[in-house]
């Protein structure tokens, strides 16, 4: 009988093994075929355990095990867990990961090698937990031009930017309550900085533009500097804060993948997407705009798209289905931020006539070349929708400054 192993005894690694055993008979009825759990790899003990029997130290008792077609990696990190899949993949045993920070890294080389020996190297699970995305956007989407994809990646700061708004919190308390469920790690800086986020989007980059996306080459900025007064001015002009991670195809050719807090219009429903729920906006010429929504992170949603992964393994073992791209050798095709044309949230001190801040701004930009653009203001927020240069964006702030409304903080904005 095809067996399968799980490295890792994690949160994830665990929802793996539950659910497996939980829906097993739904779960072999979709692969066709009996195939059972052989191995838990994982240096801790769990003698209480009652999967006891399945557990080993060795990654060598997986790999010369001639049943096992496709091992699930739950590990995180990229060492060990690159030697290990590159070893199974080798032998022509499928993977199936989660780790987004062994992907955003190494994905090239590991479907490379999953390439040349006819095995897959799937991982659905690493950008946006249940949801499926990575499927879709190289299999069902593949018809398409796609322009741009942005998403919420990140459940954690999701679930703090949204009890800012909702509990007028401030970031530390919202943190600390993030913290104390569980959402959050004890040293955060992965989540609030950005970085995992950022991960998400070089995989969803590299995927739909076919060449490796580093991390390294990707603007990153996180959510500390939001404070609750830039949440309440973003809720003031109908819309939210939201940690975007985004990557666009510029004119010239290049594409922009980036990470930073955004100003989201109502009108875009990612704006209502919150707590710990995830959502991928996908722009293609065929499809307009499509939406991916559901739970980014957690045992079960996580497990959900690693046992998907594992099923497609088993039914498909000599069909190389997970999607390759290439190191180019180069970051050259990538864009700096400065590239980036976008509308902006402008908070001043709150001491201001509306109706003469949207006259200033309005007037300004009719004056260089933006005539008739929309300018909404509150007494401490201004929302211009115009899509401005950087260069452009700095004129208007000085522009401002100028004008005795010293600026307190501003967000780039995005598209409704
Ligand atoms: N820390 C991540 C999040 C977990 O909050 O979304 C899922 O990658």
Do not use: D, H, W, Y
């Given at each position: 009988m095809k067996k399968f192993a799980v490295l890792g005894f994690g949160t994830v690694g665990s929802g793996v093994v539950e659910l497996f055993y939980k829906n097993q008979k739904r779960i072999l009825e979709k692969a066709g075929e009996a195939f059972e759990l052989a191995y838990i790899l994982d240096l801790r003990d769990f003698p209480n355990s009652p999967y006891a029997d399945k557990f080993t130290k060795s990654m060598d008792a997986i790999l010369s095990d001639p049943d096992i077609v496709v091992v699930a990696e739950c590990m995180g990190g990229v060492e060990p867990a690159f030697t290990y899949l590159k070893q199974c993949l080798e032998k022509g045993i499928s993977v199936a990961t989660s780790n987004k920070e062994l992907i955003a890294q190494k994905g090239a080389e590991l479907l490379a090698i999953a390439k040349e020996h006819a095995c897959n190297c799937f991982?659905?699970?690493?950008?946006?937990?249940?949801?499926?995305?990575i499927r879709p956007l190289h299999r069902c989407l593949a018809a398409n031009d796609i322009s741009a994809i942005y998403g919420i990646l990140n459940g954690t700061t999701n679930y703090i930017l949204n009890k800012m708004l909702t509990d007028g919190m401030t970031f530390a308390d919202a943190l600390d309550k993030a913290q104390k469920h569980g959402y959050a790690e004890r040293e955060p800086s992965a989540d609030v900085d950005g970085h995992d986020a950022c991960r998400k989007i070089c995989i969803l980059s590299s995927l739909v533009f076919g060449q490796h996306v580093y991390p390294e080459s990707v603007y990153t900025k996180g959510?500390?500097?939001?404070s609750l007064e830039d949440a309440a001015a973003a809720d003031s002009l109908d819309g939210a804060v939201k940690l975007i991670a985004f990557v666009k195809k510029l004119d010239d050719g290049r594409i922009l993948p980036a990470v930073m807090p955004m100003y989201v219009p109502h009108e875009n429903m990612i704006s209502r997407v919150d707590g710990v729920f995830n959502c991928v906006e996908v722009c293609g010429d065929a499809i307009d705009r499509a939406y991916f929504c559901g739970r980014g992170a957690g045992k079960f949603p996580t497990a959900s798209a690693v046992m998907g992964d594992i099923i497609e393994a088993v039914k498909h073992?000599?069909?190389?289905?997970s999607q390759s791209w290439v190191d180019a050798g180069t970051q050259d095709f990538i864009a700096g931020i400065d590239a980036l044309n976008c509308g902006m949230l402008i908070r001043f001190e709150n001491n201001h006539d509306a109706a003469a801040l949207s006259e200033f701004a309005a007037n300004y930009l009719a004056k260089n070349g933006h005539e008739n653009e929309a300018v909404r203001a509150t007494s401490n927020a201004c929302l211009i929708s115009a899509s401005l240069t950087n260069a452009e964006r700095t004129a208007l702030l000085d522009a401002f400054a100028n004008q005795?409304?010293?600026?307190?903080h501003w967000l780039p904005a995005m598209e409704a």
């Open positions: 991982f659905e699970a690493s950008v946006g937990g249940a949801i499926p995305i959510i500390r500097e939001i073992q000599k069909t190389v289905f005795n409304m010293p600026i307190l």
